[in-house]
């Protein structure tokens, strides 16, 4: 079974610095991949970015970038020049192998705080 | 621009009471969802369903039952409902093809007493 830790409750950032929110997972699967999710207070889900294990590169969008490490089993979500409307909730999820529909697994998520 | 539409958006019922949410998509995916989201859980799947006529468990599906109307409609039905299914209940839907996300609905808050 799949599994995927978010180890930060909460996080605090100042307005314009970079910030990190940590995901760890564990998975069988030899292909696999990561999704990022942002929930503002208003409750919608809003996908921010993906990463596949096979990709040669870090995912980038706009002020999002993943820190993908796989010996570690990371998927690390940085923010850079954090902004106010960034304050939400963020989740890291990993589909099911293939086969099984695309089934996501949520972590708990982090609550980030941007201050001003 | 509907995306993923749900309804009711808010809704109390007491113990015991039945309940259908609806769930309908306008980006003609075959794949649908249902999640329920509680403090401290993140998100977990109840059912889902990989194309018309089809549906299947998911991680947390007692208590409830699923339709799939057609392409468009997905539907979670609480037959009795108890106070610990008070929760916030998400539908999504997916292209096949390709690393694409889930798209979600704004959510439904439900609350048993």
């Known amino acids: 079974a799949q599994k995927i830790t978010q180890t930060q409750p909460g996080m605090f950032v100042q307005e314009k610095e970079a910030v990190t929110l940590d995901c760890t997972y564990d998975?069988?699967?030899?292909?696999?991949?990561l999704f990022w999710y942002k929930q503002p207070s208003s409750g919608e889900m809003i996908f921010l970015i993906y990463?596949?294990?096979?990709?040669?590169q870090n995912a980038t969008e706009g002020r999002y970038s993943l820190n993908f490490q796989k010996a570690r089993k990371s998927a690390n979500l940085v923010i850079s020049a954090s902004q106010l409307g960034d304050s939400a909730m963020y989740f890291c999820?990993?589909?099911?192998?293939?086969?099984?529909?695309?089934?996501?697994?949520f972590g708990k998520g982090t609550l980030l705080t941007v201050n001003p | 621009n509907a995306g993923v539409t749900q309804t009711p958006k808010f809704q109390v019922l007491k113990t015991g009471q039945s309940m259908t949410l609806q769930c309908a998509q306008d980006?003609?995916?075959?794949?649908m969802y249902w999640y329920r989201q509680d403090p401290g859980m993140g998100l977990r799947l109840i059912y889902y369903?990989?194309?018309?006529?089809?549906?299947d468990k998911g991680e947390v599906p007692n208590g409830y039952n699923v339709s799939r109307l057609n392409k468009r409609e997905f539907s979670l039905r609480l037959e009795s409902a108890a106070p610990s299914q008070t929760s916030v209940y998400f539908c999504?839907?997916?292209?096949?093809?390709?690393?694409?996300?889930?798209?979600f609905g704004d959510g439904t808050r439900l609350s048993i007493l």
């Open positions: 999504a839907s997916r292209p096949d093809r390709g690393r694409q996300p889930q798209h």
């Open positions: 998975t069988s699967d030899p292909s696999y991949g």
């Open positions: 990463q596949g294990s096979y990709d040669q």
């Open positions: 999820a990993m589909p099911h192998p293939r086969g099984s529909n695309y089934k996501l697994t």
């Open positions: 980006m003609n995916h075959n794949s």
């Open positions: 369903s990989a194309s018309e006529g089809t549906t």
